[in-house]
C-alpha cells in the first residue's frame, strides 16, 4: 500500500466512529459475499498478499486466487448438501494500531439449514483480523480463526 | 415524505458514522418493540403505506393498521405457547441511494425459549429494508424477509 | 465521579455517532475479558460500587472484588467441565439520560461449547444497564439481567 492509495483521510486522523461504523460495514458485506459465493469480490476484500488461517482448511491459504478458489469448493459444496450457511461476527473489539492498521478481535458464528430442515448453531469461533486501509477501503492483510469445540 | 418534514441535516449530508449507528439503533428499538408486543409503537416504526413482506403471513401486508394487528394476533399466540421469541439482526450492510433513502440487507435470526425450557434457534432470515427519513426518524417504507429453510 | 475525572468532551456533547460505538466497542471488549475470565481487567469494567444482578447468582453481587471473584469461580468450574462460553450482545439500545449516564437495554446470548462437541444456544437473556462515564472511559453502574426461561 503505498501513500498515493491512500485516503484523504488517513487512518490517524479517523474519529473512532467513523473507524467503528466502516468495519461494521466492511465485514457485513464480507459476510454476505463468502455466503452468497461471490468468489472473486469477497476475495476482493481481502489484500493481495493476504494470509487466512481457518481450521476448516488444512493449511493457510495465500493471496486472492486461493481465496477465490476456497469459495468455489464451498459453493459446489452447498449445491450438494443444500445446508445455507450464515456467518455472524459480534463482539467486535477494534484496536487501532500506531501504523494506521486496525487490530480486531471478534467471535464469529456460523448457523446451518438445511433445505426444508431445523436451523442450528454450526460453529463458535473467535476471529481476529489485521485491516489495512487500502484507496479508501479497508482490506484483510491477516485472519486467524480458531474454533471452541477444538480449543 | 415532504421536505417539511425532513431534518435541518438532510439524508445526504449525514456522516456514514451517524447514518450507521442510527439505524443499529432503529433496528435494537424496533425488535424489542416487536418482541414486547408494543402493537402501535412497533407498527410507528414504518411508513403509514409500508409494504412487509415476510414467509409467515400469507400475503404481504401493507399499512399501519394492519402491522399493529399482527403484532397483536403475535401476542395471543404467545399466551398460549408460553414461548418467547427474540429477533436479532446481523451483519448489517447499508448503503446509501442517491435519493437519500437507504437499502440495508441484514440476516436475521429468530430465537425461541419455552417457559422453563431450553433456548433454541429457530429461523435462520435475510432481511431487505428501504429506509426513508421522515421528521428526523428513519422509517422503514418496504420489508422483504426469506427464510433459509424454504429457501 | 468527579468534574476532574470526566473528559474534555462531556457525554452531552458527543455525538450520538460516537456514543453508541463507544458503548459497543466496550461492550465488545467487555465480554472478551469475560469469557477469557480477565477477573480483575473484567471487574474493572464496572464502578467501584457496582450493583450486578444476574439470575445465575444467588443475589445482587456489589463492588469489583466480588465481581472478579464471581470470574474465578466461573474459572475454575470451566477447567472442570472444559465447556467455553461466549456472550453475546445484540439489538442494543442506547438511551441518554439528562445527566449524562446511558441507559442501554439489549439482548444477552450465551453459546457453549463443549471440547470436541457440538455448539448450542445456551441462554436466551436481556440486559439492561446504566452507564457512567468515568475519566474518559465508560463503566456499568448497575446491571440487571432476566432469562427468558425464568419469565
Redesign the interface.
Known amino acids: 500500500m503505498t501513500n498515493a492509495q491512500m485516503l484523504a483521510h488517513p487512518p490517524q486522523e479517523r474519529?473512532?466512529?467513523?473507524v467503528?461504523?466502516?468495519v461494521?460495514?466492511f465485514?457485513?458485506?464480507q459476510?454476505?459475499l463468502f455466503d452468497s459465493f461471490e468468489a472473486e469480490p469477497w476475495a476482493g476484500t481481502f489484500t493481495e498478499n493476504a494470509v487466512f488461517d481457518v481450521p476448516t482448511l488444512p493449511a493457510p491459504v495465500r493471496g486472492r486466487a486461493e481465496l477465490a478458489a476456497n469459495v468455489r469448493r464451498n459453493r459446489e459444496l452447498q449445491a450438494k448438501t443444500g445446508e445455507?450457511l450464515?456467518?455472524?461476527?459480534?463482539?467486535?473489539?477494534?484496536q487501532r494500531q500506531a501504523n494506521g492498521t486496525l487490530r480486531t478481535?471478534?467471535?464469529a458464528?456460523v448457523?446451518m439449514?438445511?433445505?426444508?430442515?431445523?436451523?442450528?448453531?454450526?460453529?463458535?469461533c473467535v476471529m481476529e483480523d489485521d485491516l489495512v486501509l487500502c484507496r479508501g477501503r479497508w482490506r484483510v492483510s491477516h485472519r486467524l480463526v480458531t474454533r471452541?469445540?477444538?480449543?
Open positions: 474519529d473512532f466512529s467513523l467503528y461504523a466502516e461494521q460495514q465485514y457485513a458485506h459476510m454476505q445455507q450464515r456467518h455472524w461476527l459480534g463482539m467486535l473489539d477494534v478481535r471478534c467471535y458464528l448457523y439449514t438445511p433445505r426444508g430442515g431445523e436451523s442450528r448453531v454450526h460453529r463458535v471452541d469445540d477444538l480449543a
